[in-house]
């Protein structure tokens, strides 16, 4: 079945630009999870979103950074105005809903350079 | 705040050999406790998940272990091949939706 896919793979931007990162979840899949991983470091905690909601927003470093899922299934993440400490590789996870037992399954992840 | 640490950061071993890595975290009260692989330039693949009320989980030539009390977890892999070569990661949750990420452990299987 499909996984859990994120597009684009590679994104180049200017200092001072925008830009939109996009999570399609595996379907059915209710909880969504967004990380960031710089070089040499495990994955960093973002947002996650139970259904349409941001559960918990507390991993987003500063205001420059937005998620939404309006629908409960695609989510997308917003960086304004980027800065060269945000090129990382983003990396978006889904599981079948929260609990103890819910597997993260994880996007092949967005690598984002910011020059 | 949770804290994951791994040890040891790289590990090189012939093939054939049986290996082990290590990850501790410093609040025990965790929720459940997953290992992943991750290959270079590549997505996270889960290998094996452990809730917080389970000592073990085996997947093949794999099994990971929980020591809660003592804030542990090790992950054993029997006869390492070659294609085991990627980076190992734990990460442990104490609410079910903040996952915290240890740095991983690099292996590299020679042939």
């Known amino acids: 079945g499909a996984g859990v896919s994120q597009t684009p793979s590679n994104k180049v931007t200017e200092k001072g630009k925008y830009v939109e990162l996009r999570c399609d979840p595996i379907s059915g899949h209710t909880a969504l999870y967004w990380y960031r991983q710089s070089l040499g470091q495990g994955p960093e905690f973002l947002i996650y979103f139970q259904g349409t909601g941001a559960a918990d927003d507390s991993g987003l470093p500063n205001d420059r950074f937005f998620a939404v899922r309006p629908e409960g299934s695609v989510s997308t993440l917003k960086i304004q105005r980027t800065e060269r400490g945000d090129s990382a590789v983003y990396l978006c996870?889904?599981?079948?809903?929260?609990?103890?037992?819910?597997?993260?399954?994880f996007g092949p992840g967005t690598r984002l350079t910011v020059t | 705040k949770q804290e994951v640490t791994q040890i040891p950061a790289a590990l090189s071993v012939p093939e054939g050999e049986n290996l082990v890595l290590n990850c501790s975290f410093t609040d025990s009260a965790i929720y459940n406790l997953q290992w992943f692989r991750q290959d270079p330039g590549k997505g996270l693949t889960s290998l094996l998940l452990i809730q917080s009320s389970q000592r073990e989980q085996t997947s093949g030539r794999l099994n990971a272990s929980l020591d809660k009390s003592s804030g542990r977890s090790t992950l054993y892999i029997a006869a390492s091949q070659p294609g085991d070569s990627a980076t190992y990661l734990c990460a442990v949750t104490n609410t079910g939706n903040q996952f915290y990420f240890g740095t991983g452990t690099s292996l590299t299987v020679i042939p």
């Open positions: 996870a889904s599981s079948l809903y929260l609990g103890p037992s819910n597997e993260q399954y």
